[in-house]
């Protein structure tokens, strides 16, 4: 009989001694159990250990021996900011159920929680695998706070140490793929030059999507010292970072101007009313065409003919109008989404005013689409003044939450005026006159959840209030993320 089945059969004898005559806990240190056997020997509080493994009982009974011996798993990372107050772990682990797995709500509230100074502990919270990969590929306003990567590490089976706080070329194993991403974006701001260094160095030596990723975070404070090692990547194995590297150095004003597709296109747009425009046709295969050569033409050779800078093209087509001439396909989509990767940021930030209002006219869809393109290059004060702008407008509390960097520092009299609560409001006043219980409405229920995350703490409490005088059973769900902001303090070192 091996240790699993005598484990078993030691478990079996001592809850039935245990269920009968309340006897039988003492034989669980016995055994051939290895190290069970001395976990329970050198346990503070004995009988409890002996309680927990009793309690797999029903579980061991249907399960197998493994197949192969049992690993240890590495050490759990230790968390440097204090955890949350326990008293409030049982509601956030109702917040974050409350986010059913939405990856960016849960960031959001994780963020909301590190802004008041604590982390949820893993016996709360433990990150799914390949979260951070799922966040690098979205394009909303928030960030994992760095205190869970070394979670997300753990979770995938990374085993880095972490120990080291400055990434140099020592150091670079001893941080993940998305930890040194980040430490990079962060060098590119404060040394340039020794971040493209490590970048030289290391990212040739990667897969191709990480190699990627890396040569990407040169977008940040990309200058003429780049260009070495932007030319250098012409002859890259990979396609896709070849066209990553000659999208950088036409940035910098390295570009072919002469391109038989720019001389083409040139003959088939027009300045019209409203801007730069195709000319009118009903050849749908000259449609066909005009697509096609519009996602290959060198864009800088195309503003160019028009004697405009790429950014003064930006701003001269004539969105409204070319998306309906695309037919099939969205003429402005196309454009919009590969100048916005080649503008420079300096001619990004000085066209941003005039930029986002074009934006904002286009409707939610594409609005919020064109924005995540050029978001990450926005300085915060432009992002929380353009978000804010939409919150005045009436912008649903969900979307601020995605979009907005900063939390609405404002007091319960200014939110109860705003069109956004109003509009709130209605449709809470419209789901009362046909139901009653619990809210069951899908957009009320996610509007008071972001809502509970945007306030400050004085805020929440009055909207909380107001809330139930409304007609909100204080015990709804619904005002989990209200209740959670009301009791959170600012931690007090």
């Known amino acids: 009989?091996?240790?699993?089945?005598?484990?078993?059969?030691?478990?079996?004898?001592?809850?039935?001694?245990?269920?009968i005559a309340n006897d039988g806990l003492h034989e669980m240190t016995g055994g051939d159990w290895g190290e069970l056997a001395t976990l329970i020997q050198n346990?503070?509080?004995?009988?409890?250990?002996?309680?927990?493994?009793?309690?797999?009982?029903?579980q061991m009974r249907y399960t197998h021996a493994p197949s192969t011996a049992l690993t240890r798993a590495s050490a759990l990372p230790t968390l440097p900011t204090p955890i949350l107050p326990t008293p409030l772990h049982r509601l956030a682990r109702q917040v974050l159920e409350g986010c059913h797995d939405d990856t960016m709500q849960t960031v959001r509230l994780l963020d909301f929680i590190h802004e008041r100074g604590y982390v949820v502990p893993p016996t709360v919270w433990l990150p799914p695998k390949n979260m951070l990969t799922h966040l690098d590929e979205m394009s909303a306003e928030s960030k994992l706070p760095d205190e869970y990567l070394a979670w997300c590490a753990w979770v995938g089976g990374d085993d880095s140490t972490h120990a080291h706080t400055e990434l140099t070329d020592e150091t670079w194993d001893e941080f993940y793929p998305a930890q040194r991403r980040e430490m990079l974006r962060q060098l590119r701001h404060s040394d340039p030059?020794?971040?493209?260094?490590?970048i030289a160095k290391f990212a040739p030596n990667e897969p191709a999507d990480k190699r990627f990723d890396l040569i990407e975070v040169l977008a940040v404070n990309l200058s003429d010292d780049d260009k070495p090692f932007l030319q250098s990547l012409q002859k890259d194995r990979s396609q896709r970072v070849k066209q990553l590297a000659s999208t950088y150095l036409a940035r910098l004003g390295e570009f072919d101007d002469k391109d038989t597709l720019a001389d083409e296109l040139f003959d088939e747009l027009e300045v019209g009313a409203d801007g730069i425009i195709f000319k009118a046709t009903k050849n749908n295969k000259l449609r066909e065409n005009r697509f096609e050569k519009l996602q290959k033409v060198n864009l800088f050779a195309l503003a160019k003919k028009f004697e405009l800078s790429l950014g003064e093209f930006l701003l001269a087509w004539d969105y409204d109008g070319n998306e309906r001439k695309g037919s099939s396909h969205n003429y402005s989509h196309?454009?919009?989404?590969?100048?916005?990767?080649?503008?420079s940021d300096d001619e990004l930030i000085s066209i941003a005013n005039p930029l986002l209002k074009i934006i904002d006219k286009k409707g939610d869809y594409y609005g919020y689409y064109f924005y995540s393109l050029i978001r990450p290059r926005l300085s915060l004060e432009t992002r929380q003044e353009y978000m804010y702008k939409k919150f005045v407008k009436g912008e649903d509390f969900n979307q601020l939450l995605l979009f907005m960097p900063k939390y609405l520092s404002l007091n319960f009299n200014a939110l109860q005026i705003s069109s956004s609560y109003k509009k709130l409001m209605t449709d809470l006043e419209n789901w009362q006159q046909k139901n009653s219980g619990y809210i069951d409405n899908w957009h009320i229920i996610h509007e008071i959840f972001a809502l509970g995350l945007l306030l400050n703490q004085d805020t929440a409490k009055e909207c909380l209030a107001h809330l139930v005088q409304m007609g909100v059973?204080?015990?709804?769900?619904?005002?989990?993320?209200?209740?959670?902001?009301?009791?959170?303090d600012n931690r007090v070192d």
């Open 193 to 198: 030059n020794f971040a493209l260094d490590l």
């Open 43 to 58: 346990s503070p509080h004995p009988t409890l250990t002996q309680i927990t493994l009793m309690s797999q009982y029903e």
């Open 1 to 19: 009989m091996g240790a699993f089945d005598v484990l078993k059969q030691t478990i079996d004898d001592s809850y039935a001694k245990l269920m």
């Open 334 to 343: 196309a454009f919009f989404e590969r100048m916005a990767s080649m503008i």
């Open 473 to 488: 059973i204080k015990t709804d769900p619904v005002l989990a993320t209200l209740h959670f902001n009301a009791l959170l």
